[in-house]
């Protein structure tokens, strides 16, 4: 034994201080191995002892602590209960030795508590105080650490373990017993204790504890001692920790008035936190601002019903310290980060205010609603970018743009509380603004707001709107009016008036770099909004838009400007639409055309495909009959481009362009669209054979269903399937692991196909043979969303046998093989998360091939040592009469399944089988 301490000593020292990281690798791998082996128990102690250095007695604690929960059931129990006094004793004696060892060696009689409760280890807590209590007088202080430090660790380690549901009950009902004593234990400390490690001690046991059902009612003396004890610098972190989880915790709202109590104590903080804000503390804001917002994210909604005046003043008073922290002085985010924090906080509070009923809205309004002002103006402040522009790197830009986004979420909330007051404010400060940055952030409010403001609000808002080209020339402002616009395109359709000016001005800076993205994006939202106000003007904005697209290269932006396009020619008469959907769209098809013969073009491609697919989805007019509609013109026009790009490009970048093009254009013409699916259904078939894409999978049922009437089409479609079914078995047999999406895609088609068009199956027993066929060796797989798909496809195929003559005849002629592979992957063969989906497919041959199941299943089960090798006789017996009788109750039916899962997987009575 002492030869194994001494090579383990020699590992640990490998580990922790060799530079040679293969070295550190094997000599971890034997040290996980020590682990396991018989001599462990011993080999633990022996280096546990007070004389070994820090890493093995580190290492040992971990040896002891993997015995307890991989190995309890080795000791017997007259060993399994001296254990436990053999590590009090060890616990008293690292009570004097470094804390790292304390902790762990509590955690290791947290391990063995939970094992031996209640069997072995009855009344835990009340031993551990007597044990503790006995060797206090030769120990002192660090005697009561230690105890603490049990406490601490033995609720944590309840939440972080695995326990069978029973052993986890009988556990927490030990903790419940124990809670009294640990609280008066607790309380006792922090009144009497003048030891600044005993007192953090205490205050993160109360945390830990938090979750042992302790009702608030029960914690009022600790946190007022912790209130008090909050500013002395050497007890602030501990006490800002316990005070956030005790305050937070979710029972507070059983107890409004002993919550308002202690939020009048809080509020007491108001000079510590005034204080540490004039002095620019932001880390001691930030941690009393945690203190602050943990009671009301937790309980607000039970705090504004708050009837007593102290009460009501403690609340305003935190809503002021928020506010202020909210308003921290200085740029976020590269001089404070603080203010963040608030902002959830916020969005709360608006929503609170905003869903009150009659009764309570007005008065929270009234009592709280002075908060809403000076924060719409904190937040005008903190949404001006800084005067120097080098300020913020990259990073910052980010985080300051999503801030900003954040904010905007809060000033829509607020709006619904007082829009009159936003209105009002937002306008004030935007006419009050002296430099761009000012201007620029009253438009951002202003934009914030646009979706709740009123049509009939005539007071501000036309004034804003209609100042907007005449601002200070800044594009920043200029980029901000923009999607201002845009977020008042319904505002603006009902006041006829601001149309014109504002649309010129959104397409003067349509031809602007920099301001195209921004002045896209209004196109969009005003075409769409005011789409009839515009139908007049479509020739010119036609002209006017192909002009500023000749200078924007960015396809997001020329196909947004389509989309406007699409909006206002879907509207106008048919007759007088097809020359201008021309003039939009044919230079980008003699583009396409043009890169389809030329190499290294596919950045460009991608362009013109983005800007083809946003016509595709947009361009809908009402189309007289006998006529074509325009979408199928374009997509006929562009397939022989298309075509030579799909024999050219087949990744994931042109696939999923091309497939959003063809998916928008099939819902946009429907049944107009027929004469050229064979064309493109043979292209990408083919294109899919060469290198499978699940994307190919939604075309193709798009066009299945838009035929699904023409039975001309019913052959091409069959070939299309028997060449899908091809490739499919080809990634299962290769790569499925590569490409799971495929075949997951690919039986979700067959699903649909099955449930919504059965006669097309019935009409092709060869296909499925092959769908059949190929689905068995799915079921074998062990990616989980390809054997669930496939799971749900075959319990569908086998419903259809119950109208269909050719399904069943196949069932009846495969059915044998089909419930061996579903017994191998019940019996361990896939993931226990997929039990569901196989015992769906045999229920579903159970209510239709009941006796020929039973039968199947007998048959198989003659076979030594299947489905596997932890398969009883016994189990075999019970799970084939479970299957002879359950042919109704589904949730039984599982229930039969999962037990014979458990017992062919090894798992019956383990912890891991009953997660």
Partial sequence: RMELVGSVETALATLYTHPDPAQKKAAEKWLSAVRAVPEAWDLGWLLLQPDRCLESQFFGANVILTKITMGWKELSLDQQASLKDQLLARIAVAAVGPRIILTRLCIVLSALSLQAIPSVWANVIQTVFAYFDGVAPQLGTPAQRALLEFLIVLPEEFRSASLLSERRTAVFSELLEGKSRVLDHVLYTLRTTADADMMQAAMRCLVSWQEVDIQLISLVDHVLIILERLPQPVYFDAAVDALGAILGHQDGSRYPNVLGDLLVGVAGLRGLFTEFLRSGNEDACRSLCRVFLSPLEAHLHVLLKASFPAHIQALQTLLEMILEVTGFPAQYPTAETVSAMTLSFWLTFHDELSSADYETGPTNLRQYGGVLEPLLRTFHRKLRFPLDDTEFDKEDRETFHQYRGDIGDILMYACGVSKESCVRTFHQLLFDARDWQGVEAALFCFRSIGSSVEYSENTYTPSVLSCIPQLQDHPMIRRTSLLLIASFAEYIREHESLLQPLMHFILQNLKVDGLCAAAAVAMRDMCSECTSLMVPWTSSLVSLCLEAMQGIVQPRERARIVEALGSVLSASPSNLVYEDIKRILMPCIETLHRLSELPDVHGAVLNELSVLASACQYIDPSVPEGANHPVADIVAVAWPSLHRLLSSFNDDAFVSLLCTCLGRAIRTAGNMIIPILPTILTDICTAFSRKPNPLFIGVFMQAVVVSNSRQDMEPLVSMCLGSMLQAIFA???????????????????????????????????????????????????????????????????????????????????????????????????????????????????????????????????????????????????????????????????????????????GLENTAFGAL
């Fill in 731 to 905: 990634v299962l047999q290769a790569e499925l692991s590569e490409r799971p999406d495929v075949v997951q895609s690919f039986f979700k088609l067959m699903h649909k196909i099955i449930r919504f068009i059965p006669g097309f199956l019935d009409n092709n027993p060869g296909l499925q043979q092959s769908f059949f066929s190929v689905s068995l060796t799915c079921l074998h797989a062990r990616e989980a969303p390809s054997v669930s798909s496939c799971a749900d496809a075959l319990a569908a195929l086998i419903g259809l046998a119950e109208r269909l003559d050719s399904s069943k005849s196949i069932l009846l002629s495969n059915g044998q093989a089909l419930t061996n592979s579903l017994l191998l992957g019940i019996a361990g063969g896939v993931p226990r998360s997929l039990l569901p989906s196989l015992a769906d497919v045999l229920f579903a041959l159970n209510k239709v091939f009941g006796g020929y199941l039973v039968s199947w299943i007998n048959e198989l089960f003659i076979q030594v040592g299947y489905p596997s090798q932890q398969a009883s006789t016994a189990a075999k017996d019970i799970f084939s009469t479970n299957v002879a009788r359950e042919r109704v109750h589904k949730r039984q039916f599982l229930k039969a399944v999962t037990e014979f899962s458990l017992s062919c997987r």
